[in-house]
């Protein structure tokens, strides 16, 4: 029986987006292809790097930033939706790995290779993997997304070790093994979501949050007019 690759890919993709191609559907066939152009673009541009809101030594990126808003669209959310769940995940994010590698965790390139080659071995029974192989089209091809996105899913790969830790989990990177029943499988999601909540909600004032919204809101602007 084929399943999604959810958990696996939903590592690698957490720029910003902890969701991918697997969770989202658009009426365009080329939709998925779309995405993962965009985001390339964003990967590639030369103002990725720019930083758009500091606080509390807390640092967003306008790449980053950008495509989780991105990550986020052609999932039936409102704008405000869209919004609000790309700053918690953008924010979630560089407080987890900050914490990650303030524990000491690293993330080896024979990890690295080992995931990449799971998601691989993975991909092949995958029942979205004409949806996943379009998203990688939009990188100009697989190994060109695995090239451009390495960082990124280093440090979500640290992460996910950082997570493992916090909540005793055993299993391997992915965070999931093939051996868990559905109920442990829950449980588990539910302790790593309170985890991130709490940690939203502490890494920032609600005065903080909001400047951060405006400074999404307008990139989200910039997003619209260039989809159009």
Known sequence: MKKKII????VCVLLIILSI???????????????GEKISDIVKNQDADQVVFSAKGVEVTKGELTAAIIGNMDQGKTKEEIIESAIKLVVTKKSLYAEAVKSGIKVTDEEYKAYKNLVKDSLENAENKEDI?????????EENYW?????????NLAIRKYMNELTQNESDIVGYSENNNYDDIVQQQNME?????NVYDETLSEQEK???KEVAGDLYEEVEKTSK
Do not use: R
Request: aromatic share 12%.
């Open 193 to 197: 979501q309170q985890i991130k909540d």
């Open 210 to 212: 909001e400047k951060l």
């Open 133 to 141: 192989q379009a998203y990688f089209d939009g990188f100009g091809g």
């Open 7 to 10: 958990s696996m890919l939903t």
């Open 21 to 35: 191609p697997a969770v989202f559907k658009a009426n365009d066939d080329n939709a998925f292809a779309k995405k």
């Open 147 to 155: 090239k451009q996105m390495k960082v990124v899913i280093m440090e």
